[in-house]
């Protein structure tokens, strides 16, 4: 995915004023994905899960040369193949000559944030080979040519009129065909992809050390599919997401589950080791294991920055950001977006390359509360801040427009205070800000602060 | 087959080994305390059913017989199935078999089950296209292999792994058009847990 960080505001802006249906769409599904999420760790003693999780992704990426060395003889003694990629190039090459070596012209492709972080589609789609994603979110993207707005529902952004008039034009499917009936249609081209594709290509939820397994989570079933019919399997799996033992992923599974949907569990998980070996297994003759760094030994070496590198990549940050839902993810201009987003991004890309994303937020603690891992996403978020201010990275003004934005998201409260001295603002960062905030006040269902602000989290030290 | 890494396998472990050099070492925690349900039958079930997925409670003497009675009362219209490699002949319903792909119900064994998450473990030795491709995936299950939590039994699971193992909790799901659940979008549309053994636990058969 190309890299358009620089036209946040921009976007933004644009995102509200022109297409108001993404900011509906999206302050609709967040909230019901984050209702489901606070549902499901009432059901649990979810602070000690969370410390319990911290703890153990801490330790992982604290001993991590020591984790990846074993799960890489492990996965070789599976019979698996191990592969390493220093960055998105190099993983890309390697795809390229496997599918090049094996002859494959079709490929179908479970949900992945880090083949869309290393531009895997174009590069294959250029050598002649035909791509199926197969979640049927990112199928929806694949028509529309769009990328992902939303960790996990990638195309929450898309209402079902949207839907309905692309399937129709594309699928023939009738124009007021409910859901039941477009998800069919896609099923059926899906399902004829999966039995003849060649080639199947995941990333990788966890990777555990131990044992050498590779885990993915879904809902569909597209994953299972997509890791089972094709005759190659192909795992590109960043190298932050080594989990020490099969103990401790029995913890992850679930708690990433509930942070990222609210289920005690997705409705499938894959196990994969390696090859199909055994009688009576119809799986993969290959299973190809990628590690990627693409800046992640940056991210490891980065005082504060290291700790983000935790992320399970559920959402759950995203879900409860007052400033997220008001654009969706494209605004944010590269494949991480929202709260996780604007720490991450900083830390793979460099903070000039990220600029001005660590403005773009309130600090008002809601997604350091929703993390599963814990997160200090404000904390970081300052950090990142400070930074930009020492290399002289952002104009004040910019910056103060952002921040002044990112207020009124989340305490609209605010902008009917600025409406009554509004005439007075001039030239002041609330006045440059004002003209997008008439359709943020306007936003139905008002966000929910958090409880405890940032200020008192911060005093409360969090670690 | 070696992999390829032209040299990044090394770049990128002696970069992980500096990052992590410099900075004070983090304990494990250990196991995430936890007891999980007493009547594991009865919540296994109960989480299944929570998610969309069947439960059947059978007898131990349970076969192929009384599998065949309940597809031909709720699924008159399946003709044929597609059955596990590793499903004892005995369990069988008496029908004809076709591929995975043209059959109107697969027939599995699971490995075991979870309580806590309402799980059915499904390893790769159990062929793979009969847990995936039929419309209905019918999965016969003991009572006694159900693990009240997760971590137990993927820690039992660990002792012999397959090259693959599926955990299925329950049917194919998409809420990604306009929000609305769509079940089977590419797995089974319909999962059932038939549990031998679980008419001991009258709360598994309400
Ligand atoms: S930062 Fe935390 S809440 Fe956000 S996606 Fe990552 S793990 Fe989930």
């Known amino acids: 995915m190309r890299i358009e960080i620089g036209d946040y505001g921009a976007r933004a802006r ?14 609709g599904a967040t909230l019901a994905f984050d209702a489901k ?57 390697i795809v390229m000559e496997l599918a090049a070596e094996n002859g494959v012209r079709r490929v179908v492709k479970g949900k992945s944030m880090v083949t869309e972080e290393i531009d895997l589609n174009p590069a294959l789609e250029g050598a002649g080979i035909e791509i199926f994603e197969t979640d049927l979110g990112e199928y929806i ?37 409910n859901p039941d009936t477009l998800a069919r249609a896609a099923r059926k081209v899906l399902r004829d992809a999966f039995l003849s594709a060649e080639m199947g290509i995941t990333g990788g939820n966890f990777l555990v050390a131990e044992t050498g397994t590779v885990a993915l989570i879904e809902n569909e079933g597209n ?37 990222a949907t609210g289920q005690p569990i997705g409705c499938f998980v894959s196990l994969i080791q390696g090859p199909a070996a055994r ?3 119809d799986g993969p003759k290959e299973v190809h294991v990628v590690l990627v760094d693409n800046g992640r030994t940056d991210v490891l070496a980065h005082e504060h920055a290291w700790e983000a590198l935790r992320c399970v990549r559920c959402g759950a940050c995203l879900n409860v950001c007052p400033v997220y839902r008001q654009t969706g993810g494209h605004a944010y201009g590269w494949v991480y977006s929202g709260p996780i987003g604007s720490v991450l991004d900083p830390g793979l890309l460099g903070l000039r390359e990220a600029m001005p994303l660590p403005f773009a937020s309130s600090l ?25 201010q020492e290399e002289g990275l952002t104009p004040w003004r910019e910056r103060a427009a952002l921040t002044t934005l990112a207020q009124m998201a989340t305490r609209p409260g605010l902008y009917r205070l600025a409406g009554r001295i509004g005439s007075r603002l001039g030239g002041s960062a609330l006045g440059r800000a004002l003209p997008m905030l008439g359709d943020w006040a306007r936003e139905r269902a008002l966000p929910k602060p958090s409880e405890r602000s940032f200020r008192e989290l911060w005093r409360e030290g969090i670690e | 087959m070696i992999g390829r890494s032209g040299g990044a396998r090394d770049r990128i472990l002696r970069r992980v080994g500096a990052a992590t050099a410099a900075r004070e070492r983090r304990p494990h ?32 003497g349970w076969r192929g017989g009384e599998l065949l009675r309940w597809l031909r009362d709720q699924v008159p219209e399946v003709t044929a199935v597609a059955t596990a490699p590793d499903l004892p002949g005995e369990l069988r319903p008496d029908l004809p078999e076709v591929a995975a792909r043209e059959a109107g119900a697969g027939v599995s064994v699971g490995w075991g089950g979870v309580a806590e998450t309402g799980s059915l473990i499904l390893p790769s030795t159990g062929g793979r296209a009969v847990q995936l491709l039929p419309p209905l995936h019918i999965v016969w299950i003991s009572a006694d292999r159900i693990f009240a939590r997760l971590e137990h039994a993927l820690l039992s699971l660990a002792a012999d792994l397959p090259a693959a193992a599926g955990l299925h909790s329950g049917p194919s799901k998409s809420a990604d058009i306009g929000r609305t659940v769509v079940t089977g979008v590419h797995g089974p549309g319909r999962c059932v847990a038939f549990v031998r053994g679980a008419l001991r636990s009258p709360a598994a058969t309400e």
Not at chain 1, 158 to 173: C, I, K, Y
Not at chain 1, 224 to 247: C, D, F, N, Q, Y
Request: net charge negative.
């Open chain 1, 37 to 93: 999420r606070r549902r499901s760790y009432d059901e649990i003693d979810s602070d000690a899960w969370r410390r319990w999780a911290e703890a153990v992704k801490s330790h992982a990426l604290t001993h991590l040369d020591r984790y990846l060395a074993e799960a890489e003889a492990r996965l070789i003694e599976n019979g698996a193949v191990v592969h390493w990629a220093a960055d998105a190039g190099e993983a890309r090459q």
């Open chain 1, 223 to 259: 994953i299972r599919l997509t890791t089972s019919l094709p005759r190659i399997h192909v795992a590109i799996v960043g190298i932050e997401k080594l989990l020490p033992r099969m103990s401790d992923l029995a913890g992850f599974l679930q708690l990433t589950s509930r942070a």
């Open chain 1, 364 to 388: 008002c603690g809601a997604c350091f509360d929703a993390c599963p891992v814990r997160i200090p996403i404000p904390e970081l978020l300052l950090e990142w801040r400070r930074e930009a």
């Open chain 1, 279 to 281: 009688p009576g297994d």
């Open chain 1, 141 to 177: 993207l694949q028509l529309l040519d769009e990328p992902p707005s939303h960790i996990l529902g990638p195309a929450i952004h898309r209402t079902l009129e949207q839907v309905r008039e692309l399937f129709a034009e594309r699928l023939e499917t009738p124009p007021d065909g």
């Open chain 1, 14 to 27: 644009q995102v509200i004023r022109e297409d108001p249906q993404v900011r509906e769409a999206v302050t």
């Open chain 2, 29 to 60: 925690p250990g196991a995430l305390a936890g007891d999980g349900p007493d009547d594991v039958v009865a919540a296994f079930a109960d989480r299944f059913r929570r998610s969309g997925g069947e439960v059947v409670a059978a007898g131990m």
